[in-house]
């Protein structure tokens, strides 16, 4: 996995979303082969409530989430999401109707006429309702900002990400510090942790 997609993926796990990585988006030709078109390079959804009070499980300590996510609390969120080690940009392929199209059923079953109005809601402002109540949106994470802006999309810069990890982490080592991490981002970021500590002790 790419490291930027890695670090991208640890970053919505810690707010509450399951997550797919480098999801393949499929075309079948008119021979009847088929061909790769692109790779979504995230996909996540986050369910209402996530992360509410479990006295039991975790004497009553709450998920806090990065607030630039913006998360709803009483809808189910879709992110469709593109990682670059660049600028935080949508790329062509991830504009496409068609590619959009595909990500939405891979979300769920959605019946064209609709999926047609939340494609054209998502290419003009990079966020849209299903009528059932999820919401869709387009978000673009990077190390720079994009080329030009304002942009229809949200982003997100690695940097900010980086900084919330650590700083989650950090603020709640006590808990943090029993984590065993085979997320490679997540692991590092531990293993940082725990090393700048213990220098210090």
Known sequence: ???AVA????????NGYFTVTEYPVLELLDSGEVRSVT???????RFPGVGVQVPHATHGSRLVCDPLLDVPEDRLDLVIGEVKEGRAEINAAARDPEVLHAVLHRFGHVDEET?????????????????DGPRVRL???GSRPPREGPVFYRWISLGHIAR????????RWEAAQAIQSKDPA????????????????
Do not use: N
């Not at 790779?39 to 959804?45: E, I, N, R, S």
């Open 7 to 14: 670090l991208v993926q640890s970053y919505l796990y810690m």
């Open 186 to 201: 997540l692991s590092f970021l531990l293993l940082l942790e725990k090393a700048l500590r213990g220098e210090g002790s």
């Open 39 to 45: 790779d979504a390079d995230m996909l996540a959804v």
């Open 164 to 171: 919330f990890m650590h700083e989650t982490i950090s603020a």
């Open 139 to 141: 978000i673009a994470f």
């Open 115 to 131: 999926a047609d109005e939340i494609v054209g809601q998502l290419l003009a402002d990079g966020e849209a309702f299903h009528p």
């Open 1 to 3: 996995m790419d490291t």
